[in-house]
């Protein structure tokens, strides 16, 4: 055991210079919570510029994913996936239209 302190506490939502955030299969922590360590690199990582279109990037880089998964966990059938997200199913598929995950 050594005698040296412990490293501090660094939380990437409050300190613009912590390291990014862990691999979520190795430290899952709640979405709010990635999303806000995510952005903190973000806004770091703009080196004081201001961002442009923040919330359309954001909003496509979570909604992919969120489609794929859910309509694989639905076996590819959009009623089904369209329920579990809350939407009608004509909105699914214009989504999925808009992120090219369906012809």
């Known amino acids: 055991m050594s005698d040296a302190p412990a490293a501090p506490f660094q939380d990437p939502v409050c300190d ?4 990014p955030v ?4 190795d430290a899952p ?3 709010d919570a990635a999303v806000r360590a ?9 080196e004081g510029m201001e961002p442009n279109g923040l919330y359309e990037m954001v909003i496509k880089a979570v909604e992919r994913p969120l ?3 859910v309509l694989e966990r639905a ?4 009623s089904r996936a369209a329920d579990w997200l809350g939407i009608n199913r004509n909105t699914l598929r214009r989504k999925l239209l808009d992120h090219k995950l369906a012809q």
């Open 29 to 31: 922590m709640p979405i």
């Open 67 to 69: 489609l794929e998964v």
């Open 16 to 19: 613009p210079v912590a390291e």
């Open 38 to 46: 995510n952005l903190a690199v973000y806004f770091r990582d703009l």
């Open 22 to 25: 862990p691999n979520p299969a």
């Open 75 to 78: 076996d590819g059938n959009q």
